[in-house]
């Protein structure tokens, strides 16, 4: 029996669309609170994307939306050719239980404003938790991976040491050190300097710019930053009040705004 939910219906037969992530007519609201208006945008494999626009403007949510920390009111997210919300049960659309989201969120790895590390672990130990455990890597395999990923971020001495020692920069390296370390083919990126002392953050920024250049991975970042926006994205997009109100290269965003709120927004950012 197929099923009647618009969302479902909405859905092409086949989970092969395209790689990377592409939201289609998403809606979200918090109450009466309508925080993403019919949002549509692609990014595509490899491609890094930055978020931009001012405090509420939605861009958290729909990194959290990707997460599958909240649901969508309307629309589809997909992600890496499937549908977030729904899975394929022989030939029907069934709504998508917590089994299927967690390998759908595997794709996913996902960097946040606090680091999170475990407290009582080493840094070795906080990277190759969820590898051991989740990807079911041997301890041997999992530390030597994590400690090229400790060296990629500029840590290969600290592998032993534990997070309360590090500086915060220090501790957002491993940080992403620990999102890689699960593989994944998107990395989420929210705001991870925010939480810094000034002078720490052109380490982490400089990390990331090592990953962006060094691996394919695909990006979607919301930051402030708007120099590390203009050095490391394929396309900016702006958003005010939940939706896109203009994108392009970081040149054309950066330099040659067109939409008065994003000139005001980068006037006042800049
Ligand atoms: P941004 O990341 O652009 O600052 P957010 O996505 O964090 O914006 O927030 C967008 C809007 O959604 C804001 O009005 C915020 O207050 C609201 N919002 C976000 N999360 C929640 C929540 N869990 N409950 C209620 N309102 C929320």
């Known amino acids: 029996m197929a099923t009647t939910d618009p969302a479902a219906e909405a859905l092409p037969p086949s989970e092969d669309s395209a790689d990377g992530i592409r939201f289609e007519g998403v809606v979200k609201r918090f109450g009466d609170n309508v925080v ?32 599958t920390l909240e649901k969508v009111d309307d629309g589809v997210i997909w992600v890496n050719g499937r549908p977030l919300s729904h899975m394929k049960r022989g030939l029907r659309l069934v709504p998508a239980d917590e089994k299927y989201l967690h390998r759908v ?3 996913i790895g996902m960097v946040f404003q606090q680091f999170n590390l475990f407290p009582n672990m080493s840094v070795l130990r906080n990277v190759t938790e969820a590898p051991v455990h989740v990807l079911k890597l041997s301890r ?6 994590a400690r090229e ?17 590090l500086s915060g920069g220090q501790q ?7 999102a890689l370390a699960m593989q994944p083919k998107i990395l989420l990126l929210d705001e991870v300097t925010s939480a810094l002392d000034p002078e720490l953050v052109a380490g982490v920024l400089d ?16 930051t402030h930053e708007m ?5 490391v994205s394929d396309r900016v997009l702006m958003f005010d009040k939940g939706q896109i109100v203009e994108e392009g290269s970081p040149e054309k965003i950066f330099s040659e705004p067109e ?3 994003t000139q005001d927004f980068l006037h006042a950012v800049l």
């Open 105 to 107: 969120r595997n794709d």
């Open 36 to 67: 993403l208006r019919e949002l549509d945008f692609s990014v595509a494999p490899g491609e890094r994307v930055t978020l931009i626009g001012p405090s509420g403007s939605g861009k958290t949510t729909i990194l959290r939306l990707l997460m």
């Open 149 to 165: 990923l400790l060296d990629l971020v500029g840590l290969a001495d600290k592998a032993d040491a534990h997070p309360a020692q």
């Open 227 to 231: 120099g590390f926006a203009r050095d």
């Open 259 to 261: 939409n008065q709120r």
């Open 140 to 145: 041997d395999e999992a530390n030597e991976r």
């Open 207 to 222: 990390v990331l710019r090592n990953i962006a250049n060094e691996t394919d991975i695909t990006m979607l970042c919301v």
């Open 172 to 178: 957002q390296r491993v940080a992403i050190a620990r």
